[in-house]
């Protein structure tokens, strides 16, 4: 087994950097360094909780399409990026305030999550305060 101490960062493909950077520093993202986007290279944005993501660039097709979540046939790799809230109603709130569309939401066990893309339709799942989805999911699976 590995001695993992904890989930360092994700890399996030999009297409327009300047509404990708918009849109997660809306969400409270600091962009720390352009580590070269147009070379393929992350932009790197940290949030106050301690979350990495750097942004890769440019994408060079169907700029705007999900083709891990939107197509029917089903190709491998990351689908959504979750984020454990500390407000569900709170969350829905600025969401909403904001503009940003909620595509899809789940109540489970009293945990409320939405969903929302970003300007690329990647998806990014808002999880409300509660027991963990691994929890939720086990309990569900395993009675």
Known sequence: MLDIANFDHIGIRISDREKSVKFYELLGFKLLADGGYEQGHPLVMLHPSGININLLGPATARA???VL???KK???GITH???KMKDAEATEKFVTDNGIKITGRREFRGTSTIF???PDRNVLEL???GPSVAELI???VHG
């Open 116 to 118: 929302i893309r970003d």
């Open 64 to 66: 705007g399409e999900n």
């Open 127 to 129: 999880v409300g305060p």
């Open 69 to 71: 979540m939107d197509e």
């Open 138 to 140: 086990a309990e569900h």
């Open 74 to 76: 089903k190709y491998p």
């Open 81 to 83: 990026l979750a984020l």
